[in-house]
Structures are given as structure tokens and as C-alpha cells.
T-cell receptor, first 110, second 115 residues
């Protein structure tokens, strides 16, 4: 089952913050975050594992709430280069392929 | 040179035609994947392979077949293309045996249009 991502789209001004959520109806083992810029391939950002710590990548960080079966991606002080579509991918158990969500389109304006 | 390459990058074909999309990688990874991307649906898994003797169906394999000719090559075929197979197709690779945690590296994509 595909995870649910919210919001579907968000528009920001440079320097603003954003949060993208990824939710599952079942328990999660791992959550992956990828970013795809327009016309390009998806690129890995980070992975969070059940019981693991919050991860960070420059001004982008993420958390994993096992109780809520949800992961959130935090983009701080957005830059123009952050524009793109963000996908989460979830695996429900060790040894399973992960399933991508529908994506959240982020547009950062000057 | 790119680590994961896909050919062709763009293809327009007609309903009923057989078409093959090819993926090659120089990363030395064992696992390879084929995904299709449609607007609003994200990336959906078509097939994946752990090695040349191991092929597995993904969530949307109907109408597709694959061939793993070598560790570095993984091809996707549409035996009789139909218009709803119009999409952006991505190949991806991953290094290890842990499907749930290994990073996937994507090729540049093939845009397929079926008329």
C-alpha cells in the first residue's frame, strides 16, 4: 500500500520553512526520502530506520514517529535549489522493497 | 560518464508495437529495478532483479516483461504497447541485499509515448 504524503504541493518564498509528511496505515521499518528536480532522476536524500535517530542533510532533516507511523521532512530556510518533488518510500519490514508515495511538489520562489 | 544509463531517452511508438527499454550500470550493483512514473502517482515498481537468475514481479508487472542479460544490464519489454503505458520509465540500482534499507540510484529516465 502506497504511503500518503501531505501536502500535495507547497509554494514558499526563499528563506521560509516547510514540512512534508509521509504516513502509513501500517507499522513502518524504514522510510526513505528522495528529491526529484524537474526533468531529472530522483536522488536519495536520507533514510530513517525504526528506532533510529533523526537524520539531517544540510538544512534538510527528517524524523520518524513510530507511534504515528509517520515520517516528516523538514526544510529549513528554503533555497531556490530545494524546488522539486519530494518522495517518501516506506518499507514495512526488514527484507521488503520500499513503496514510494505520490510525491509532494515544492516550489521555492525568490 | 553516468553510472546508470537508459536507452532510448525518448520513444514514440504505436499501439500494438513491441518495444524494449534498456538499462546499463557501471556501479557494480547486484540489484536492478524498473519503475514507471505517472503524474500524481509517484514511482511504481514494475520488476526487480537480484542477479541474472533472479527476476521478481513488482506491483504493476502486467503487460511488461524483463530480461537480466548480465549483472550490468536489465531490459524492460512491452510486448504489445497500449496507450495507458505512456509514462516516464526509470531504471534504478542498489548495492546490497537489504531491500528495505539500501539506497537506490536512478537512471535519467525514458519518456515513452504510445499513440
Amino acid at each position: 500500500q502506497q504511503p500518503v504524503q501531505s501536502p500535495q504541493a507547497v509554494i514558499l518564498r526563499e528563506g521560509e520553512d516547510a514540512v512534508i509528511n509521509c504516513s502509513s496505515s501500517k507499522a513502518l521499518y524504514s522510510v526513505h526520502w528522495y528529491r526529484q528536480k524537474h526533468g531529472e532522476a530522483p536522488v536519495f536524500l536520507m533514510i530513517l530506520l525504526k528506532g533510529g535517530e533523526q537524520k539531517g542533510h544540510e538544512k534538510i532533516s527528517a524524523s520518524f514517529n513510530e507511534k504515528k507511523q509517520q515520517s516528516s521532512l523538514y526544510l529549513t530556510a528554503s533555497q531556490l535549489s530545494y524546488s522539486g518533488t519530494y518522495f517518501c518510500g516506506i518499507a514495512k519490514a526488514y527484507g521488503q522493497n520500499f513503496v514510494f508515495g505520490p510525491g509532494t511538489r515544492l516550489s521555492v520562489l525568490p | 560518464d553516468a553510472d546508470v544509463t537508459q536507452t532510448p531517452r525518448n520513444r514514440i511508438t504505436k499501439t500494438g508495437k513491441r518495444i524494449m527499454l534498456e538499462c546499463s550500470q557501471t556501479k557494480g550493483h547486484d540489484r536492478m529495478y524498473w519503475y514507471r512514473q505517472d503524474p500524481g502517482l509517484g514511482l511504481r515498481l514494475i520488476y526487480y532483479s537480484f542477479d541474472v537468475k533472479d527476476i521478481n514481479k513488482g506491483e504493476i508487472s502486467d503487460g511488461y516483461s524483463v530480461s537480466r542479460q548480465a549483472q550490468a544490464k536489465f531490459s524492460l519489454s512491452l510486448e504489445s504497447a497500449i496507450p495507458n503505458q505512456t509514462a516516464l520509465y526509470f531504471c534504478a540500482t542498489a548495492r546490497g541485499v537489504r531491500k528495505s534499507t539500501d539506497t537506490q540510484y536512478f537512471g535519467p529516465g525514458t519518456r515513452l509515448t504510445v499513440l
